[in-house]
C-alpha cells in the first residue's frame, strides 16, 4: 500500500522559512519522481517542484525557481520542500505527491499516481 505522509505544515510570517516533509513508504525507488504542488482557495492545484526518486536534478517551477528547494533523503524514503522569503500570496494546501515516472520534470495533476493528504501553510504579512 502506498502512503504519502507530510508534515511541517503550519502559519509563519512573510519574509520566514519553512521546510515540508514527505515520507513516501510502498513505492520502489527508481520507479518513480515525487513532487510538490499546492491549491490555494479558488485556484486550481499548482505545480511546484519535482525529484526523481533516486538520482538526477530537479526541476522547478519558474514562479518557485530560487526560492523553494526539493530534496530527498534515500535512506528515509523522504522528500523536503524549504521554502525561503515566504509571502502571503504563498498561502495554500500543499500536497506531496507522486508519478510513475524516471526523471524529474514538470507534472500535471492527470500524471500524478498518489497525493498525500495536504498541509496548510499560511503566511502572515
Known amino acids: 500500500q502506498v502512503q504519502l505522509l507530510e508534515s511541517g505544515g503550519g502559519l509563519v510570517q512573510a519574509g520566514d522559512s519553512l521546510t515540508l516533509s514527505c515520507a513516501i513508504s510502498?513505492?520502489?525507488?527508481?520507479?518513480?519522481?515525487a513532487a510538490w504542488f499546492r491549491q490555494a482557495p479558488g485556484r486550481e492545484r499548482e505545480f511546484l517542484a519535482s525529484?526523481?526518486?533516486?538520482?538526477?536534478?530537479?526541476y522547478y517551477s519558474t514562479d518557485v525557481s530560487g526560492r523553494f528547494t526539493i530534496s530527498r533523503d534515500n535512506g528515509r524514503s523522504t522528500i523536503y520542500l524549504k521554502m525561503n522569503s515566504l509571502k502571503p500570496e504563498d498561502t495554500a494546501v500543499y500536497y506531496c505527491?507522486?508519478?510513475?515516472?524516471?526523471?524529474?520534470?514538470?507534472?500535471?495533476?492527470?500524471?500524478?499516481?498518489?497525493w498525500g493528504q495536504g498541509l496548510q501553510v499560511t503566511v502572515s504579512s
Open positions: 525529484i526523481a526518486s533516486t538520482c538526477g536534478s530537479p
Open positions: 510502498g513505492r520502489r525507488l527508481g520507479e518513480y519522481v
Open positions: 505527491a507522486s508519478a510513475s515516472r524516471k526523471e524529474a520534470t514538470r507534472l500535471w495533476t492527470s500524471l500524478i499516481d498518489y
